[in-house]
Structures are given as C-alpha cells and as structure tokens.
C-alpha cells in the first residue's frame, strides 16, 4: 500500500471513529506529566518517558454494544514491565485495559479485596496474615511511584479509544525526542466494524446465522514511528502461535514499520522467554530460571534500556540517522 492509500484509511478511521469522552482531560494529565519529567522542565528531572500499552482492545459490534470480539493478553508483561521501567528510572504512562493486570498487583490474588481482606471485632478491617506482606508492598510501591509523578494511567476498552489515545499521547511525547521511547505490548485487533456501517442496537437472532464483513484496522506503527513522534526509540511486540512464522514475521514488521526492535513471543511460551528481533540480529531472553518467581520481563527490559541509552547517545551525537 502506498503512502497516500495509507494516510487516507488513517484519517477515515479516526474521522468515523466516536469521539474519545474526556479527550481533554487525557491532554491536560498528559501535558502536565510530560512537563513534570521533561528534561527542560524547571524541577529538573529530566527522566525518560517510557509509553507501556497492555491488554487486548475490543471490537464492538453494535453502537450500543452487547457484543463484541476481543483480543487475548492478560495485560501481565506491560504491568510487570512498568515496574521495571520505574525502577530503572523511566515515567511510564501505563495505557491499558480496564480490567487486566495492574502494575504491583501482580502478587495479590485474584479477588484481592474479599481475599485480602478482613473485619476485626465487627468494626475494623484488617489486612489478613498471609497477605499482609503482598499488600504492603504493593501499596507502598504503587503510592510511591503515583505520587512521585512516575506512572500515568490510562484505561481504554475499545480499539477506536486505544488507537486515540495512542495518538494524543505519541504527539504528547513529541517533545521528548529521543528520551521517549513506546513499548507496544498490548494486542491490538487486526479488524474491526467501522462505526458508521455498524448496526446501533443489539442484532438480533430472529434473523438467522450472522453476516458481517470485517475491515481491516490500518497500521499506525509508520506513522507513529516516522511522523507523531519520529524521534522516539520504538519497540513492538509480534504475537503468534505457529513458532514456523513468527521470526519471519518478527523481521518483516521491523523493517516495515522501521520499529527499532520487535520483541517476537509465542502464546505459549510467552512467560518464559522472547527473541528481540533487531537490524543487528535476534537476541533470546528468558528468565532466570534457577530463581523461583522470576520474570522474562526483568532481562527484557533491562536489554532494552540499555539500547535506549545508546540510541540516546548516538542520536545527541548526530551518528544515527531517524
Ligand atoms: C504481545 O505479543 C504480548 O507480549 C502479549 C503479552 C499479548 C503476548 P500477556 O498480556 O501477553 O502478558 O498475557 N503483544 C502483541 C502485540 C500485537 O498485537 N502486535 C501487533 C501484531 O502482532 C502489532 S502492534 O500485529
């Protein structure tokens, strides 16, 4: 597809998409988190600003949605990559699924609230024993990195919600030049019902089996990468579940949408290791294994804020082209 064809799906796609509630607001908490971690900014922080997404986006099938189709991920690698991220240093702004996994919740269980949690004496609530350490420290660490201006949260559900909000976060981020940096982890459908051909109310059985012709969602990853904020260290993730395709496809999106890695991961080895597919070649990650508890994550992004911290170097020193 050329440019043009390109630029002209993008724009139908947001012009037709329903408008983001709270836009405004997004702008303003963005505005004032990447002033706040500017490296212009007179506190003088001057820290990178990692974008995390995590979790899948939704494609509905009517305006007023009854049904949709979804996306798989837990949101597990953005949430434990944002606590990595800041304990490397970096802001996150962490935008993710409402519902999937939150960063420094990852060791509570499932009901944290009911689980957790206690009445004493009829009156009070208390934290329950084998819990009490897990909450702590998650209150503690997600407190901390909240209140020091560190982690920025954005919930989107939709595919329209999350390619907006990309958008207003990558221009956002624009003034970071090459201290920003986007980690594109959350599954982002491949297709979708264009809300004007989509029906307003719930579709109805009576009708027989269901006819729906799909459009396929168009690539923002070039016009993130070269145009919203074409100097920022971008890093996306391919996804599959045929181990025969997915290197392949790992180094066709690198250079299609010059990304400057693309973490390759399978379904089901996911937790255990990934290959960062780079122009300099592939690189296997997996985590500790001789350590209970550990994560792919922790190397992962340890790898990748060394990377960022030479393409920092090389881009100030005018030895790296965009
Ligand atoms: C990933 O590959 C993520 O690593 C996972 C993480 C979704 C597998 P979990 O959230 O799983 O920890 O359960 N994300 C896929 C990203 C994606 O959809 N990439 C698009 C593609 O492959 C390009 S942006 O076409």
């Given at each position: 597809?050329?440019?043009?064809?390109?630029?002209?799906?993008?724009?139908?796609?947001?012009e037709?998409?329903?408008?983001?509630?709270?836009?405004?607001?997004?702008?303003?908490?963005?505005?004032?988190?990447?002033?706040?971690?500017?490296?212009?900014?007179g506190?003088?922080?001057?820290?990178?600003?990692?974008?995390?997404?995590?979790?899948?986006?939704?494609?509905?099938?009517?305006?007023?949605?009854?049904?949709?189709i979804?996306?798989?991920?837990?949101?597990?690698?953005?949430?434990?990559?944002?606590?990595?991220?800041?304990?490397?240093?970096?802001?996150?702004i962490?935008?993710?699924?409402?519902?999937?996994?939150?960063?420094?919740?990852?060791?509570l269980?499932?009901?944290?609230?009911?689980?957790?949690?206690?009445i004493?004496?009829?009156?009070?609530?208390?934290?329950?024993?084998?819990?009490?350490?897990?909450?702590?420290?998650?209150?503690?660490?997600?407190?901390?990195a909240?209140?020091?201006?560190?982690?920025?949260?954005?919930?989107?559900?939709?595919?329209?919600?999350y390619?907006?909000?990309?958008r207003?976060?990558?221009?956002?981020?624009?003034?970071?030049?090459?201290?920003?940096?986007?980690?594109?982890a959350?599954?982002?459908?491949?297709?979708?019902?264009?809300?004007?051909?989509?029906?307003?109310?719930?579709?109805?059985?009576?009708?027989?089996?269901?006819?729906?012709?799909?459009?396929?969602?168009?690539?923002?990853?070039?016009?993130?990468?070269?145009e919203?904020?074409?100097?920022?260290?971008?890093?996306?993730?391919?996804?599959?579940?045929?181990?025969?395709?997915?290197?392949?496809?790992?180094?066709?999106?690198?250079?299609?949408?010059k990304?400057?890695?693309?973490?390759?991961n399978?379904?089901?080895?996911?937790?255990?290791e990934?290959?960062?597919?780079?122009?300099?070649?592939?690189?296997?990650?997996?985590?500790?294994?001789?350590?209970?508890?550990?994560?792919?994550?922790?190397?992962?992004?340890?790898?990748?804020v060394?990377?960022?911290?030479?393409?920092?170097?090389?881009?100030?020193?005018g030895?790296?082209?965009?």
């Open positions: 597809m050329d440019s043009a064809a390109l630029h002209e799906e993008i724009d139908s796609f947001f037709s998409a329903p408008p983001l509630k709270d836009s405004s607001k997004v702008t303003d908490k963005l505005k004032q988190f990447i002033e706040f971690n500017s490296p212009s900014s506190e003088g922080r001057g820290r990178r600003v990692v974008c995390v997404t995590s979790g899948g986006t939704t494609v509905p099938l009517e305006q007023r949605c009854v049904r949709y979804d996306n798989f991920s837990s949101g597990n690698r953005g949430a434990a990559s944002t606590e990595y991220f800041i304990k490397a240093g970096y802001a996150v962490f935008l993710y699924r409402r519902g999937t996994c939150q960063p420094y919740c990852r060791s269980p499932e009901d944290p609230l009911l689980e957790c949690f206690e004493a004496d009829d009156v009070d609530i208390q934290v329950r024993q084998p819990h009490s350490e897990a909450v702590k420290g998650a209150i503690r660490d997600h407190h901390a909240v209140t020091g201006g560190l982690l920025l949260k954005l919930p989107f559900t939709t595919i329209f919600e390619l907006q909000m990309l207003i976060i990558a221009l956002s981020m624009r003034s970071l030049g090459p201290h920003a940096m986007f980690y594109l959350a599954a982002v459908s491949d297709f979708y019902v264009p809300w004007k051909s989509m029906a307003e109310h719930k579709i109805q059985s009576a009708s027989g089996p269901l006819d729906m012709r799909l459009m396929q969602v168009p690539k923002m990853l070039l016009v993130l990468r070269t919203w904020t074409p100097m920022a260290f971008c890093i996306s993730f391919k996804l599959e579940t045929d181990s025969k395709i997915l290197l392949e496809k790992a180094s066709t999106a690198l250079k299609k949408y990304m400057h890695s693309v973490v390759a399978e379904l089901l080895t996911r937790k255990e990934v290959i960062v597919v780079t122009s300099g070649g592939n690189i296997l990650v997996h985590r500790d294994r001789t350590r209970t508890g550990s994560d792919v994550e922790d190397p992962l992004v340890e790898l990748l060394d990377r960022h911290s030479t393409y920092i170097k090389t881009t100030s020193t030895s790296l082209s965009k």
